[in-house]
């Protein structure tokens, strides 16, 4: 079946950087994009952008440019987000998520399978 | 950005109550429109894709409705276990913007 597993939480203190890893499973990681999903404290679902995991070409909110990058290793099914010179306001749940979409259609794109989500804390 | 608002932010109702979220869209989507379930401490899950088609292994008490800048989910007789928060999402233009949820309670 389809999986996406993350890795572990992490801790960092401002200023520093922390890399998030997604690692795929159950089927052709090249088909199709992850995308990146960052939720605040108490807050909701804000999405930071997509990566087509084919190209490796990123995709970026405009909130989420300059700090944040995302990368593949397609050798190993793996997407990375990496957070630059953390503030205490980058404090989130991380999710990645697959981009399906079936025959139907443009419009049948949804995140159909979801890692379970990785928390960063940036504190001193 | 297409911006996503949803009402009402949260609710309350009794097992087998008919429940309706509303979320409208800033600008015409068509059907590009989806809606997830959120427990606490899980990830997301799709409940409902292009407005009204509903995932596979979702219970039918979910439906989905709605074009243009208005869509509607509804659960036909609430559960416990839909005890969550739901997010409407379009996927119409990049960023692919949520709306900011709606808890639902239990009674």
């Known amino acids: 079946q389809v999986q996406l597993v993350q890795s572990g939480s992490e801790l960092k203190q401002p200023g520093a950087s922390v890399k998030v890893s997604c690692k795929a499973s159950g089927y052709s990681f090249g088909t199709y994009a992850i995308n990146w999903v960052r939720q605040a404290p108490g807050q909701g679902l804000e999405w930071m952008g997509w990566i087509n995991t084919y190209t490796a070409n990123p995709t970026y909110a405009q909130a989420f440019t300059g700090r944040f990058v995302f990368s593949v290793d397609t050798s190993d099914s793996t997407s990375y987000l990496q957070i630059s010179d953390l503030k205490a306001e980058d404090t989130a749940v991380y999710f990645c998520?697959?981009?399906?979409?079936?025959?139907?259609?443009?419009?049948?794109?949804?995140?159909?399978?979801w890692g379970q989500g990785t928390r960063v804390t940036v504190s001193s | 950005d297409i911006q996503m608002t949803q009402s009402p932010s949260s609710l309350s109702a009794s097992v087998g109550d008919r429940v309706t979220i509303t979320c409208r869209a800033s600008q015409s989507i068509s059907n590009y429109l989806n809606w997830y379930q959120q427990k606490p401490g899980k990830a997301p899950q799709v409940l409902i894709f292009a407005a009204s088609t509903l995932e596979s292994g979702v219970p039918s008490r979910f439906s989905g409705s709605g074009s243009g800048p208005d869509f509607t989910l509804t659960i036909t007789s609430l559960q416990p276990e839909d005890s969550a928060t739901y997010y409407c999402q379009q996927n119409f233009n990049l960023p692919h913007t949520f709306g900011q949820g709606t808890k639902v309670e239990i009674k």
């Open positions: 998520a697959r981009t399906y979409y079936d025959s139907s259609g443009y419009d049948s794109r949804r995140f159909d399978s």
